[in-house]
């Protein structure tokens, strides 16, 4: 995916947000939290240089593709202290945004040494979010608001590991198409935030690290269902670009977008937000997301938090 600069990518969001904006006026609170968000991962992201982890060579990474492991699944990953410094930023987006007393609480915490940021990033970056909610239970956070702040200040992190990684299965001559057909990421392990279609290809997009991978066949992102009750239908007809894959056998449901080329990250939080009118269409219908894939089976996750 080329590469674009700050600056680039800041247009492209203004742009982006200025026609949410126009087409939805109801979301324009939303868009306002969205674009300080977005700032501070550009912000946190810019800096990062960090090495994939000495562990992680072609071979391994191969090698955990082939038992369907994500690459980055139990490998040690050093968290630079800008990003744990920017933790309690994205809490004061989320607190000014009117999360509500839960956010304030947490970000007293953060404040107060009480939550380590390290240890969030942590285990974000293992997507293991069986201990997020045991540890927030047990000190008393709202589960869903410290998953939500340990991804939004990991995933630079994330992404920028993402890069590396493709670089280095690149020059090995690693070929992501021949190894991997699974609908979860094959380097974070989350699932896709919505399949990208450009000139008569389908892109699953991450959710959390923005790699873009394909299914070798037309099925369900999450249960593999090819049956007749998978199907992938437009809900306005005069936009064809704009699609839901729909399963009855799990379901789930994926949302479809026709673009002009590839979104880069972060930005793929934008066109989420875009197309909210689909994840509402389709939960109307008891459609919805599932949690992350249960790798455990695979794999037990070597928790360090």
């Given amino acids: 995916m080329q590469q674009t600069t700050l600056a680039e990518l800041w ?15 109801d979301l324009a609170p939303a868009v306002a939290l969205q674009q300080r968000l977005v700032r501070l991962m550009l912000d946190a ?23 369907g492991l994500p690459a980055l699944r139990n490998e040690r990953i050093a968290i630079p202290d800008s990003l744990k410094l920017a933790v309690p930023m994205f809490c004061e987006a989320l607190v000014e ?31 293991n979010q069986e201990a997020v909610r045991t540890s927030s239970l047990h000190m008393g956070f709202a589960p869903d608001l410290v998953w939500l702040l340990g991804e939004l200040a990991a995933a630079p992190l994330a992404h920028h590991l ?29 699932w896709p935030v919505l399949i990208e279609s450009l000139a008569g290809t389908f892109a699953l997009r991450c959710s959390f690290c923005a790699l873009a991978w394909s299914l070798q066949s037309a099925r369900c992102v999450y249960c593999g269902n090819a049956g007749g009750d998978f199907v992938t239908a437009a809900p306005d007809l005069q936009r064809p670009d704009r699609r ?18 590839p979104t880069p990250f972060p930005l793929l939080a ?33 928790s360090r938090c």
């Fill in 45 to 67: 992201g810019a800096p990062l240089d960090e090495p994939l982890p000495q562990t992680l060579e072609p071979a391994g990474v191969l090698g955990k593709w082939r038992r």
């Fill in 244 to 261: 839901m894959q729909l399963c009855a056998a799990c379901g789930c449901y994926t949302k479809v977008i026709g673009v002009t080329n």
């Fill in 97 to 127: 945004a009117g999360a509500g007393d839960s956010a304030s609480h947490l970000l007293d915490a953060l404040r107060q040494k009480e939550l380590d940021p390290g240890s969030l990033l942590t285990v974000s970056l293992d997507r």
């Fill in 162 to 190: 993402q890069l590396r990684l493709m670089d280095l299965t690149t020059r090995a001559g690693l070929n992501l198409a021949d190894e991997w057909d699974r609908g979860y990421c094959p380097c974070c392990g989350s």
């Fill in 270 to 302: 934008i066109e989420d937000l875009a197309t909210m009118d689909l994840d509402q269409g389709a939960m109307s219908r008891e459609y919805h997301r599932p949690p992350l894939a249960d790798l455990d089976a695979i794999e037990p996750i070597k």
């Fill in 11 to 25: 247009q492209l969001a203004a742009a982006r947000w200025s026609t949410i904006a126009s087409i939805s006026p």
